[in-house]
């Protein structure tokens, strides 16, 4: 009895650093895509670009990640979503992180 509990306790503990790295992922993309995005004169696609480019450094910790980026006049939003890799077949966990920053003008 104890060692099915102890199996459940190892894979639980596991599972849950392999859900914050995901989440830090994904946190980390939307941050990548947002600082390429807000810079002044950057190009519609900056931020997607970026964001992709740093997804792939990170060798598929994160499955099925979509980035969205809102460029607007004043502020530039991005989220992020995707799915965790997980211990037990058929089960999916999703993350999900936005940031939002202004952005960058110039002011002679």
């Known amino acids: 009895?104890?060692?099915?509990?102890?199996?459940?306790?190892?894979?639980?503990?596991?599972?849950?650093?392999i859900w914050f790295h995901g989440r830090s992922v994904a946190?980390?993309?939307a941050q990548q895509a947002l600082d390429?995005?807000?810079?002044?004169?950057?190009?519609?696609?900056?931020?997607?670009?970026?964001?992709r480019e740093f997804l792939a450094g990170m060798g598929g910790s994160l499955n099925d990640a979509?980035?969205?980026?809102?460029?607007?006049?004043d502020t530039v939003s991005v989220q992020v979503e995707?799915?965790?890799?997980m211990l037990?077949?058929?089960?999916?966990?999703?993350?999900s992180q936005s940031?939002?920053?202004p952005v960058e003008k110039f002011r002679p």
């Open 1 to 17: 009895m104890i060692v099915p509990l102890a199996f459940l306790l190892l894979f639980s503990l596991v599972q849950s650093g």
């Open 27 to 29: 946190h980390h993309t």
């Open 36 to 51: 390429a995005q807000r810079v002044y004169g950057a190009p519609d696609g900056a931020g997607v670009a970026a964001g």
């Open 66 to 73: 979509q980035i969205h980026v809102n460029a607007g006049a």
């Open 82 to 85: 995707g799915n965790v890799i």
């Open 88 to 95: 037990v077949l058929g089960w999916r966990v999703h993350v």
């Open 99 to 101: 940031v939002q920053a």
